[in-house]
């Protein structure tokens, strides 16, 4: 979305991302009350009365933590005339830190004021390397994306962010063949490996990981390898498909 003339504000539970966030102007907002060593018991009520109060235009959340507000609203919604809504205020929600769920790319935005307007935003990256990808709510519908992923070609995590390349090594396995996806023979998966501004260059103090995960290339440019599985489809859009330490062999073929 277009957010030029935007009064922006900015809600989460995380200090960091606040400080980060304040640091660059934005006014933040961390709900009074959430249990920052066990979000996972988080008080619906408390963010949901922060949302109307203070109608923050950017959320960030744990994935556990808007599950929880969800399921609260979808039950109270339920049982209720009175509809438990986000704020038409709401333009970007986003999570991080781990999976969340295809169907709340869906769920919240149905249960904003606005739902034309508020999306779902899920980055893709690692500790060495973030952001890598980005992807919302509108671009998942928009492209089919959805459907495909319930139908097991993996997870779309978006375009890659702009300056970062993304290759895939078909042949981290050697012989063994990369997995084809069901009707379509031309997808098969390799290691992500990606370079770019927001990838770290070396380990510090730490050979043996830049043997395993860092490439030097002409111009001392430095690919990292992630250790995530995936591919990238016709659109440019990189799918990720579980972890390589996780893959197992299955008549000569990577499963």
Not at 109 to 132: I, K
Not at 144 to 173: A, M, N
Not at 181 to 187: F, G, N
């Amino acid at each position: 979305p277009d957010l030029a003339n935007t009064p922006r504000s900015f809600m989460t539970h995380n200090f960091i991302h606040a400080f980060v966030m304040n640091s660059i102007g934005i006014t933040t907002l961390i709900p009074d009350g959430i249990p920052f060593s066990t979000l996972a018991q988080t008080d619906p009520t408390i963010v949901l009365k922060c949302f109307h109060q203070f109608k923050p235009q950017f959320a960030l959340f744990s994935p556990i933590v808007w599950i929880r507000i969800v399921e609260f609203m979808q039950e109270q919604n339920s049982k209720n005339e009175k509809k438990y809504l986000f704020p038409s205020s709401l333009i970007l929600a986003c999570t991080g830190g781990a999976p969340i769920p295809i169907k709340y790319h869906s769920t919240i935005p149905e249960l904003s004021e606005n739902p034309q307007l508020t999306q779902l935003f899920t980055p893709y990256g690692a500790t060495e390397c973030l952001p890598l990808c980005v992807i919302g709510s509108g671009e998942l519908a928009d492209t089919g994306s959805i459907d495909r992923i319930r139908q097991g070609y993996g997870v779309c995590v978006g375009l890659p962010c702009k300056g970062i390349q993304v290759e895939i090594d078909h042949t981290v396995f050697g012989d063994h063949e990369s997995q084809v996806y069901r009707d379509d023979a031309s997808i098969k998966f390799g290691e992500i490996v990606v370079t770019g501004p927001s990838v770290s260059r070396q380990y510090k103090y730490n050979d043996e990981a830049n043997r395993d995960f860092k490439i030097k290339r002409d111009n001392n440019v430095i690919w990292h390898r992630t250790g995530d599985m995936g591919h990238v489809d016709k659109t440019g859009r990189v799918w990720y498909s579980g972890r390589k330490v996780q893959c197992v062999f299955v008549n000569n073929c990577v499963v």
